[in-house]
């Protein structure tokens, strides 16, 4: 199924660029307690993009590396603007970095109840519902961190 596959591939594209991205700041926060939280949410990550995977390959969808070296580069130029607001932990690029990664998860969300919804003998015995609650948690820790890091950036004393 064309439609279904491209679909996937979307979604696999977009973790890869969220991997990408992650990588970056656990780079930037080595040895303090933001790289910590960034490694957590990395291997949460790295777990869904791995179910995704085995979605894909019950489905019989083939990954596509055209796909993922777009989301691949496509992170390395949004680096320009977190560079640009401040790509160090205080700056303004850490907030935007972290409002990205909300909206990546919100679409992993949306994926998993998209595909809870669809009836394909592949996808029985899949909880979707509990994929979406960890999208949900993810997103809810990811909000506290960003709202934190913007009210820092934004702060007048800054």
């Known amino acids: 199924m064309k439609g279904l596959d491209s679909y996937l591939n979307d979604h696999l594209a977009g973790s890869v660029g969220a991997l990408e991205l ?5 780079d930037i926060c080595h040895g303090k307690p933001l790289a910590m939280f960034f490694a957590e949410i990395r291997n949460e990550i790295s777990r ?29 130029l949004s680096r320009v603007t977190f ?3 401040g ?3 205080g700056g303004l690029g850490l907030g935007l970095a972290l409002e990205t990664l909300v909206m990546g998860i ?14 394909m003998a592949q996808l029985q015995g899949i909880n979707f519902t509990q994929l ?27």
């Open 22 to 26: 992650i990588d970056h700041w656990i």
């Open 48 to 76: 869904d993009q791995e179910t995704l995977r085995d979605l894909m390959h019950a489905l019989g969808a083939k990954e596509s590396n055209v796909r993922q070296a777009g989301a691949w580069a496509a992170e390395k």
């Open 83 to 85: 560079a640009v607001a």
């Open 87 to 89: 790509d160090e932990v």
């Open 106 to 119: 919100t679409g992993k969300k949306l994926l998993w109840r998209t595909l809870g919804a669809v009836d």
């Open 132 to 158: 979406e609650q960890r999208a949900d948690e993810q997103i809810e820790r990811i909000e506290i961190v960003r709202l934190r890091a913007v009210r820092d950036a934004l702060s007048p004393a800054n």
